[in-house]
């Protein structure tokens, strides 16, 4: 059964940094792409970026372009987003999506 867990989320301050894991279980990443994707308070869930399959494309939302970098490990079955400069207007649960499964999120909160 396909699994996915996310982690890395926590509580940081305005230009501070986080990076995001999401494991993958009972499927193999190779050849697929992946996403991670956010919801905040009272807002719909958006997209934030996703990889290829290969690594080799990858694409991000306006207001994450230049401060987040996804990347993925396949023989870890493992894909990362590495967050900087992070401001308040990115609290949210982040996700991560494969093939039409959602993880159970993790919660990142941009405070002083």
């Known amino acids: 059964q396909l699994q996915l867990v996310e982690s890395g989320g926590g509580l940081v301050q305005p230009g501070g940094s986080l990076r995001l894991s999401c494991a993958v279980s009972?499927?193999?990443?190779?050849?697929?792409?992946i996403g991670w994707f956010r919801q905040a308070d009272g807002k719909e869930r958006e997209g934030v970026s996703c990889?290829?399959?290969?690594?080799?494309?990858?694409s991000y939302a306006h207001a994450v372009k230049g401060r987040f970098t996804i990347s993925r490990d396949n023989a870890k079955n493992m894909v990362y987003l590495q967050m900087n400069n992070l401001k308040p207007e990115d609290t949210a649960v982040y996700y991560c999506?494969?093939?039409?499964?959602w993880g159970q999120g993790t919660q990142v909160t941009v405070s002083s």
């Open positions: 009972g499927y193999r990443l190779d050849d697929y792409a």
């Open positions: 990889i290829t399959g290969d690594g080799g494309s990858t």
């Open positions: 999506r494969f093939r039409g499964y």
